[in-house]
């Protein structure tokens, strides 16, 4: 949990409230700024009108998260970093959920424990429908929907038929076929197909949907088209409307282009080829050229996964590194590029759970070890570029004697921490883990504030070998320096949790024994538990991670049953997507957890489900 709006009385979390330089990460600054943005937008979009039954809380929550967001994107002049760091959350957080047993419709229509209800779907994805409403309508069309709105419910308890009629008659529009957002559970695919006609100079596109919807859903399909040859803009963000299961749309050009499909991530779908397989050329020059900056981004993390998954699978993947490396040298030397956070942005690798989405079957362990050997091929091809611009950082750091949480200041320290993480990432000689311990020991002992620090002992937590005495040094520092404060025991707790080491289980078993750990604290509880549930250690193929978290989620019940269905929810329920081995072993624990004398009612209602 992590604040709620009680009029008059907002009562947060300690870790969505309290932050200073020492004790608090950049991350931590803009989880608190918004979340008590979100609990004071609340005023109106849930208190003064709020809602009629517990199946409309997408109508607050949904609607909340959005302007949660608009308001930190503008507030920090960070939009197109805040919309990367917003999807991210989408796809590695709610698609999962939309493919597993606990899918539902952002407006669900029954439910056993209430504290169930409050999921990402509900929320995230929520923000995703309202936002849809601003895309297809415009920024003025959405506020006027808005306005009236308050104007009609002010002081009532609504529905969301209620927020669409709104937006719908003050733009004189008719959405009803939009309405099948709310109770359409999963999510949508479409898949494009593009062709270009020279002698008659048009580019069409073909467009068709997929959703558990009996009838067509309202998408809005943003695209933008780059002149093949200049990589100039030759159509500026236009919001498709697909409406049907098939449609094409076609536009006049003077030669090739390359197109820009669901700029911004105008709906919350999956977009693939219809070949199923992305056009790694078109990837990599829309990662240089794109305008979006969003798909300038999404476009090279597509040509990054596709890399990582051809290494993971045994296939041929020497060109595909190619231009891998081809793009994230462009991206490291771009001059345009003013942005430090966008910079940032665009070099690191997708995440583990990301890469985890594109798979039919889960494997953890080699989804990570893919993903490492990528991460050093780029690391060694770049050692004296990254070597390079990482001094010049520091020392902008160093010389920066005021501590600022702004745009400048954040994406300065982000884009200087990913250079640490593909410094460190050479490690396989003496000598290069020597000189790894020695560079993140140094950012650790030097650093002024707790993002910086964060990120070298996240790095140290899972050196071995010669950077072992680093690694034990910086833990027992780190401990020390805290001085018994919660929040930066949670950190300490969390990253050794999910260090990079091959005894991770026996450490993490340790850890519960640590007299500063207890599982009568939420925020110590998950920065344990959920920590090590998250790292490929837990997948081991002997099974011993599910059995460990099985056993502690028996005892999690007796105290907080909230935190033992959230854990178990984001942990085994999608068993079905790993191999035969391990999802027998996801499912007996599953089943262990069914047959417990006093299970919760949270729990039993999220193992049931998991179970079917």
């Not at 004071?40 to 009629?52: E, K, P």
């Not at 989804?367 to 990482?390: G, H, T």
């Amino acid at each position: 949990m992590g604040a709620m709006e009680n009029k008059s009385l907002n009562v947060f979390n300690t870790s969505c409230v309290l932050a200073d330089p020492k004790t608090s990460s950049d991350e931590n600054y803009f989880r608190v700024e918004g979340i008590i943005g979100h609990e004071y937008f609340h005023n109106w979009t849930g208190n003064r009108v709020t809602c009629r039954d517990w199946f409309q809380l997408t109508l607050k929550e949904g609607l909340t998260v959005f302007r949660d967001q608009q308001f930190s994107g503008q507030i920090n002049n960070c939009a197109a970093v805040k919309r990367i760091s917003d999807v991210l959350t989408v796809r590695g957080m709610q698609f999962k959920e939309d493919a597993g047993p606990m899918s539902h419709p952002i407006r669900p229509d029954s439910y056993v424990a209430m504290d169930n209800f409050y999921t990402a779907t509900v929320y995230r994805k929520g923000a995703e429908v309202i936002r849809m409403y601003d895309t297809i309508l415009g920024r003025d069309g959405f506020r006027k929907g808005m306005d009236l709105y308050f104007k009609r419910h002010d002081g009532s308890a609504v529905t969301c038929d209620d927020f669409l009629a709104a937006m719908a008659d003050a733009n004189e529009t008719d959405l009803s076929q939009f309405a099948r957002w709310y109770s359409t559970s999963g999510t949508p695919t479409v898949t494009y197909v593009t062709s270009f006609d020279k002698e008659k100079g048009l580019f069409v596109i073909g467009l068709s949907q997929c959703s558990r919807s009996d009838e067509p859903l309202f998408i809005p399909v943003a695209l933008g088209l780059l002149d093949k040859e200049t990589g100039e803009e030759v159509l500026s963000t236009t919001v498709l409307e697909l409406k049907e299961t098939n449609q094409t749309f076609t536009f006049p050009v003077k030669g090739d282009v390359v197109p820009s499909i669901l700029r911004n991530f105008s709906a919350p779908v999956k977009m693939v080829p219809a070949s199923g397989v992305v056009n790694e050329s078109d990837m990599a020059f829309l990662a240089s050229h794109d305008t979006d900056g969003f798909n300038r981004w999404d476009s090279a993390q597509q040509l990054y996964a596709a890399a990582i998954l051809k290494v993971m699978d045994g296939k041929e993947y020497d060109e595909t590194l190619d231009l891998v490396l081809s793009t994230f040298g462009a991206t490291l030397n771009d001059a345009t590029i003013s942005d430090d956070a966008i910079r940032a942005y665009a070099l690191i690798l997708p995440g583990e759970s990301t890469l985890a989405e594109a798979v039919n079957v889960v494997d953890p362990p080699a989804i990570r070890n893919a993903r490492k050997f990528v991460k050093k091929a780029i690391a060694k091809k770049f050692k004296s570029e990254l070597s390079d611009a990482y001094e010049k950082l520091t020392a902008c750091v160093e010389a920066d004697t005021v501590f600022k949480v702004d745009g400048e200041s954040t994406g300065r320290r982000r884009l200087r921490n990913v250079y640490l993480g593909y410094l460190c990432a050479l490690n396989e000689t003496k000598e290069e883990q020597i000189e790894a311990a020695k560079i993140a020991t140094a950012q650790f002992e030097s650093a002024t504030g707790m993002t910086d620090k964060l990120a070298a002992f996240n790095c140290l937590v899972s050196m071995s070998g010669e950077g072992e005495s680093a690694r034990e040094a910086a833990i027992q520092k780190f401990y020390d320096d805290a001085n018994g404060d919660p929040l930066v025991i949670d950190k300490w707790f969390a990253c050794l949790a999910s260090a990079d080491l091959p005894d991770l289980l026996d450490r993490v078993v340790k850890l519960t024994a640590h007299p500063d750990f207890t599982l009568k604290v939420p925020n110590r509880c998950r920065a344990v538990i959920l920590s090590f549930a998250a790292s490929a250690a837990f997948h081991d193929d002997n099974g011993k991670g599910y059995e460990f978290l099985g056993d502690m989620l028996e005892k999690i019940d007796k105290v907080n049953s909230r935190v033992s269905a959230r854990t178990t929810a984001s942990s085994f329920l999608s068993w079905k997507r790993y191999n035969e081995k391990r999802a027998s072993m996801m499912k007996a624990q599953l089943e262990r957890l069914k047959a417990m004398n006093g299970i919760s009612k949270d729990l039993e209602e999220i193992v049931v489900k998991g179970l079917k």
